[in-house]
């Protein structure tokens, strides 16, 4: 989780999310923004953020917890994700 993330950590809380499992990194959350042009043409601008500043190395620190039944949510802009699965 980006530094700024604590809106979106309220509301998976709301939803029933644990927070302990939930490690906040020094940077700004990842984002994108769309764009639409008037004939329906879009350019998508990313900033990767916390998405890619995590390392393979903490990914497996943070995953080992995880065992049959859990579920983990990515998006597809994250690092390492042959890495992850």
Do not use: K
Not at 15 to 24: H, K, S
Not at 47 to 75: C, H, K, R, Y
Request: negative net charge; glycine residues 10%.
């Amino acid at each position: 989780m980006g530094r700024d993330g604590d809106w979106l950590l309220e509301r998976l809380e709301c939803l029933g999310v644990e927070r302990d499992a939930i490690v906040y990194l020094s940077c700004a959350l990842g984002h994108a923004i769309t764009t639409v042009a008037a004939d329906g043409d879009n350019a998508i601008t990313l900033f990767s953020g916390a998405n890619t500043a995590m390392s393979e190395a903490q990914l497996t620190q943070w995953l080992a917890p995880i065992g049959a039944g859990d579920w983990l949510v990515m998006q597809n802009e994250t690092a390492h994700q042959l890495h992850v699965a």
